[in-house]
Nanobody
Framework: QVQLVESGGDLVQAGGSLRLSCAAS????????MGWYRQAPGKQRELVAV???????VYADCAKGRFTISRDNAKNTVYLQMLSLKPEDTAVYYC?????????WGQGTQVTVSA
C-alpha cells in the first residue's frame, strides 16, 4: 500500500511558477514509477509527466518546455516544477504511483492560474 499526499497548489498569475510536491509513504518509493496528472473542470484526467523508477521522464505536449518532473528517493518525494503558467493549466493536479498491477493516487492539489 502506498499513500500519496500532494502539496504546493496555489492561485498564481499567468506567467508565474509553482512547484508541486508529492510525498509518498508505505512502501519502497524508489521502485515505483511516479506521475503527475491533472483534471480541469468538465474534462477528463490527463497525463502531465511521468518519471520511471530509473529516472526516465516523459512529458505530455502541454508540459514540454515548461514543466519538469523530478524525484528524490531519499525523501520519498516527487516534484513538478511548473514555469510560465497559463490559465489553461488551471486544474486539480494528482500524483500517481504505479508498478505492475499496483496503482495509487493522491487526493490532488488545486492549481489556479489567473489571466
Amino acid at each position: 500500500q502506498v499513500q500519496l499526499v500532494e502539496s504546493g497548489g496555489d492561485l498564481v498569475q499567468a506567467g508565474g511558477s509553482l512547484r508541486l510536491s508529492c510525498a509518498a509513504s508505505g512502501s519502497i518509493f524508489s521502485i515505483y514509477n511516479m506521475g503527475w496528472y491533472r483534471q480541469a473542470p468538465g474534462k477528463q484526467r490527463e497525463l502531465v509527466a511521468v518519471i520511471t523508477s530509473g529516472g526516465r521522464t516523459v512529458y505530455a505536449d502541454c508540459a514540454k518546455g515548461r514543466f519538469t518532473i523530478s524525484r528524490d528517493n531519499a525523501k520519498n518525494t516527487v516534484y513538478l516544477q511548473m514555469l510560465s503558467l497559463k490559465p489553461e493549466d488551471t486544474a486539480v493536479y494528482y500524483c500517481r504511483s504505479y508498478l505492475n498491477d499496483h496503482n495509487y493516487w493522491g487526493q490532488g492539489t488545486q492549481v489556479t492560474v489567473s489571466a
